[in-house]
């Protein structure tokens, strides 16, 4: 699986759009970008996957460059109970994945 | 419709002990996935299940094993317990027409 890139640690205010970037400038043209989330030593909770297009559901939007060598998870409104570590993850269909170190987001009144 | 369910929650082992986790994945689920999580790090993947079989280990020792039962539960045995084995056991589980896999709860496993 493709490695990928994530800062370590971002804030953002409550209410305001969180973006968390993630570089996977060696994606296979198989493979899917997937988020998920992790909420302090509770188990990853899954927020959406995409191949090329950019997808949108109730959680999140995901954003990927043409290229497929990035992408953006954005969380529209960010609350306080959106503050975890997001990892960002390349893998085929039906592989196993691959965590990195994700990126701690903290959301701050 | 319930999630993935593992059990125990929290044990307490002695080095040189042997220990079987449990998971049960989501109705409808046919693979399973298990993964170590040590403390203050990320996931690490250790085995992947599927219709039975297993399909993919990373990169722990022999004595990390396990299997899966015809009901697509699965069991995760370390035997040898070393004090670094102590961490958060993760199970996730995937149906066959899906992408996503749903992860358990977690067994805390702690070794001393």
């Known amino acids: ?109 | 419709e319930a999630g993935v369910t593992q059990s125990p929650t929290h044990l307490i082992k002695t080095r040189g002990q042997q220990v079987t986790l449990r998971c049960s994945p989501i109705s409808g689920h046919t693979s399973v996935y298990w993964y170590q999580q040590a403390l203050g790090l990320g996931l690490q993947f250790l085995l992947w299940y599927d219709e039975g079989e297993e399909r993919n280990r990373g990169n722990f020792p022999p004595r990390f094993s396990g299997r899966q039962f015809p009901n697509y539960s699965s069991e995760l045995n370390v035997n040898a317990l070393e004090l670094e084995d102590s961490a958060l056991y993760l199970c996730a589980s995937k149906g066959p027409n899906f992408y996503e896999q749903y992860f358990g709860p977690g067994t805390r496993l702690t070794v001393t």
């Open chain 1, 1 to 109: 699986d493709a490695k990928t890139t994530q800062p370590p640690s971002m804030d953002c205010a409550e209410g305001r759009a969180a973006n968390l970037p993630c570089n996977h400038s060696t994606i296979s043209g198989n493979e899917y970008v997937y988020w998920y989330r992790q909420i302090h030593s509770q188990g990853p909770q899954y927020i959406i996957h995409g191949l090329k297009n950019n997808e949108t559901n109730e959680m999140a939007s995901l954003i990927i460059t043409e290229d497929r060598k990035s992408s953006t998870l954005i969380l529209p409104h960010a609350t306080l109970r959106d503050t975890a570590v997001y990892y960002c993850i390349v893998r085929v269909a039906t592989g196993d994945m691959r965590f990195g170190a994700g990126t701690r987001l903290t959301v701050k009144p």
